[in-house]
């Protein structure tokens, strides 16, 4: 057992997590856990007695497959982690790095998939991989088979016009496949909260927020101050399984926690990913 259950605790979750290279890991993790106790003292606790990420990694990015691999006895003394050790659990979807002071957080595999109306859904709780350029439906409906949660991530601008029509059409849908929507802590203060989540809320569907950090080594400190919480039972050795049947309980009530993104900081970060963009055009 990697840890032990806390029966009915409070849980912290980010829902939008990436790690990239660029970012140490050993100061991604602490920053992180900084955060989840942060946000659970504001909240009355003394800590964040169970905290989860969920990765939602690009096609490009295998960083979970790193983290499987430092669970290895001769990988777990790699002298870039001075506090923390990572354990494989009964799952090939979920990891835990365990801080020296006994705290802990639950990492969970996930991916980031882009389909032919260029739309993202977030395939949460797998380790599976999925083809990207499918139609949506098509999507979500393979990542459900994978045993993952869907998610449809709010973007900047990426829910206007005909795809906007396209998110409508899948609320309406709410009884053919278990969905959910992710807002992220990208978005600016000044940017009030998307149409779809209000409609989405009044029929039922949970919205997941997460930080849903850059590719630059200064957001990775972000991991774990902007997510949501919630109560119930997470089993150390299937955490996965236990969080997914807690997000399905249509009785499980979200409380979301963190604050938006300032308006220089969001308009310097969409600038410095469009460079980003154009860079990975060019190579």
């Not at 259950?5 to 939008?16: F, Q």
């Not at 923390?84 to 991916?111: D, M, P």
């Amino acid at each position: 057992m990697v840890t032990s259950t806390h029966p009915n605790s409070r849980i912290w979750a980010d829902a939008h997590v990436h790690i990239y290279d660029c970012y140490d890991l050993e100061e991604f993790l602490d920053a992180a856990l900084k955060n989840f106790n942060a946000t659970a003292k504001k909240s009355g606790y003394s800590q964040a007695e169970t905290a989860l990420m969920f990765l939602t990694e690009t096609s490009q990015d295998h960083y979970f497959q790193k983290l499987i691999h430092l669970t290895q006895k001769d990988e777990n003394s790699d002298p870039s982690l001075k506090n923390w050790n990572l354990f494989k659990t009964e799952e090939n979807c979920s990891v835990y790095a365990k801080h020296s002071t006994g705290q802990g957080i639950f990492i969970f595999a996930g991916r980031q998939i882009v389909t032919a109306e260029n739309l993202e859904v977030l395939a949460l709780l797998t380790a599976e991989e999925f083809a990207e350029g499918l139609p949506i439906e098509t999507t979500i409906q393979q990542v459900i088979s994978n045993g993952g949660i869907p998610v449809l991530p709010w973007g900047f601008g990426k829910w206007m016009g005909e795809r906007g029509t396209i998110i409508n059409r899948l609320l309406e849908q709410k009884e053919s496949f278990p969905l959910f929507l992710g807002d992220n802590g990208g978005r600016p203060t000044f940017w009030s909260q998307p149409i779809y989540f209000k409609q989405a809320q009044a029929k039922g569907f949970k919205i997941l927020p997460g930080t849903d950090p850059l590719p630059f080594a200064s957001e990775s400190w972000r991991p774990g101050s902007f997510g949501f919480a919630l109560q119930g039972t997470i089993d150390p050795n299937k955490p996965g399984y236990s969080i997914k049947q807690i997000l399905l309980d249509p009785n499980t009530q979200l409380q979301s926690y963190g604050t938006q993104e300032t308006p220089l900081r969001f308009i310097r970060n969409q600038i410095a990913m469009q460079v980003v963009k154009r860079m990975r055009k060019k190579g």
